[in-house]
């Protein structure tokens, strides 16, 4: 008989982000390894970042299964029209540090009537659609991947009715320890029930799964199980294309979100000072912030008369046009700065930078995850933000190279992180 498999996701394309590619991948090269993939995911999901070019990734052997999902955010964002004379998109509800009376209000109700996430109001709807359809299709496996934690609740239901049932639940952030729920204000009978929920999670998985070492670690302590590690990682058929180019300028850049709990602005600050005391430098210098920037630090950056004649934000873009951006590159950035529990922090970005073969620039925990992956090649650095003289080194160091157009590429395809080396290993955890 084949294997079949049913995964619950909130996240999947045309939604953009790492936390889509974490399980489009898997679900792309499942079938490789013997498994059909089933998703389940809601039929009109509100997000912010939109990424069409992820569909292709879909394989044809894959069953997409989609349901209507009610949230608040559209009721928020009407009611901010009201209030406010302009509707307020809901990420911004939480990362917008100077918030207006009625942004206070939302996350107040967010924080502590919407337990564990707005999305819970998808759960019995799901519960009741799934319990018939896994067995109208005989799946016995299914997999849940949170945040949103409210996909896990859907898999506690389904599993108190058909006990049989094997549930994989795979943690991409913490739940009750996440430092996203400091942002939200909640009060201590709320934070006490999401360590309930959790609990009743942790214990009625079959499998629990995390993406890093440090994370393994806190789940299991959570849990008093083994947990299994699934790191993110990298596709090399992303990658088939990548060609390098020198920059016109000296270019480093970072792809991703900077929110208001990520901090570049000491190694901003850094660079600053080597701008004012080296005019060479700072005429060859570009910087590129590719993605959703909170705007606290954009104007940081348009206090400096030198920071802001060479940064440059982009919007977001997709996908397969990042794999451009990253061959004119001369250096690729990571921060971590200002995280909750940076040290546990390994990002989906990370790995594609180390398939690029570029020097990465990490600034963060030394003694971290990343900081371990970075260390193991020798182009890359991971340094504490207070670390002048290393971040400058390095930076001094590959400015040389471009100037003398010498390549910085190094061949560095770890197979470990690949996404289909990761494929096989969730198979043999779903056998």
């Excluded at 067995?135 to 859907?154: A, F």
């Excluded at 088939?240 to 570049?264: L, M, S």
């Excluded at 061959?327 to 546990?344: M, R």
């Amino acid at each position: 008989m084949e294997k079949r498999v049913l995964i619950i996701t909130y996240y999947w394309p045309p939604s953009g982000g790492s936390g889509v590619q974490r399980w489009l991948k898997f679900v792309k090269y499942l079938p490789k390894f013997g498994w059909q993939p089933y998703v389940f995911t809601p039929e009109n999901p509100s997000f912010d970042v939109k990424d069409e070019s992820l569909l292709r990734d879909i394989p044809p052997e894959a069953e997409v299964i989609k349901l209507p999902i009610w949230e608040p955010y559209d009721t928020f964002s009407k009611l901010s029209g009201l209030f406010q004379g302009k509707k307020v998109n809901s990420s911004n509800f939480i990362t917008t540090s100077k918030k207006s009376l009625f942004q206070k209000m939302a996350m107040f109700i967010r924080g502590n009537f919407f337990i564990p996430d707005p999305k819970v109001f998808w759960v019995r709807p799901s519960v009741n659609f799934l319990h018939d359809f896994l067995k109208e299709r005989q799946i016995e496996t299914i997999i849940t991947t949170g945040p949103p934690h409210s996909m896990h609740l859907i898999g506690l239901r389904l599993k108190k009715k058909n006990p049989s049932l094997k549930w994989i639940a795979d943690f991409r952030d913490p739940w009750s320890e996440w430092g996203f729920l400091d942002s939200l204000d909640i009060c201590s009978p709320v934070r006490a029930i999401h360590k309930k929920l959790e609990a009743r999670v942790l214990r009625g998985a079959d499998q629990l799964v995390t993406i890093t070492p440090f994370y393994v670690k806190k789940f299991e302590k959570l849990s008093g199980k083994s947990v299994s590690l699934l790191t993110n990682g990298f596709d090399v058929e992303d990658f088939k294309t990548f060609q390098y180019k020198a920059p016109e300028k000296f270019t480093i850049r970072h792809v991703g979100i900077i929110n208001e709990k990520c901090d570049p602005r000491p190694l901003m600050t850094i660079i600053e000072k080597m701008c004012i005391t080296d005019n060479t430098f700072r005429n060859n210098l570009r910087l590129e912030f590719v993605g959703q920037v909170h705007k606290d630090f954009q104007n940081f950056i348009k206090t400096s008369q030198h920071l802001s004649e060479v940064t440059q934000i982009t919007p977001t873009v997709e996908h397969e046009k990042l794999i451009f951006l990253y061959s004119q590159s001369s250096i690729l950035l990571l921060v971590l700065t200002g995280y909750k529990d940076a040290e546990g922090y390994l990002p989906g970005k990370l790995f594609e930078y180390m398939a690029t073969g570029l020097p990465i620039l990490g600034v963060g925990p030394v003694d971290g995850d990343a900081s371990k992956i970075l260390n193991s090649q020798s182009n890359g650095l991971m340094a504490n933000e207070k670390d002048e003289n290393s971040i400058k080194d390095f930076l001094l160091v590959h400015f040389e190279k471009w100037r003398k157009s010498e390549s910085p590429l190094m061949v560095n395809h770890k197979p470990e992180f690949s996404r289909k080396e990761i494929t096989e290993k969730l198979a043999l955890l779903l056998k």
